[in-house]
């Protein structure tokens, strides 16, 4: 079974920090892009990272760039999102997802997990 798990989301201040990570089993994962997404309540669910790791390419959200780093972890098949300078509109539940391109868009991702939550205060 394909089985992509987000954690690591939690409650910060603005300005704060918190990893996610993404740790994927049951298909190939250098095979595919992993995204990171995310919904926020009342809202459609946006790209926010993804990458392409044999060939290092990734995308990032205009709005998160210089903030996120999206990165793989080489001894296991986990890809983490490190999320720096968080704001409250970062605010969301955060996916994680196997697709095929680097799009950042939902249509191009067809393996999701179940979310993790970031909650971001003033």
């Known amino acids: 079974e394909v089985q992509l798990q987000a954690s690591g989301g939690g409650s910060v201040q603005s300005g704060g920090s918190l990893t996610l990570a993404c740790a994927a089993s049951g298909f190939n994962f250098y095979e595919f892009e992993i995204g990171w997404f995310r919904q926020a309540p009342g809202k459609g669910r946006e790209g926010v990272a993804c990458?392409?790791?044999?060939?290092?390419?990734?995308y990032y959200r205009d709005s998160v760039k210089g903030r996120f780093t999206i990165s793989r972890d080489k001894a296991e098949t986990t890809v983490n999102l490190q999320m720096n300078s968080l704001r409250p509109e970062d605010t969301a539940v955060y996916y994680c997802s196997a697709g095929s391109s680097l799009s950042g868009q939902t249509y191009d991702y067809f393996f999701w997990g179940q979310g993790t939550l970031v909650t971001v205060s003033s």
């Open positions: 990458i392409r790791e044999k060939e290092t390419l990734s």
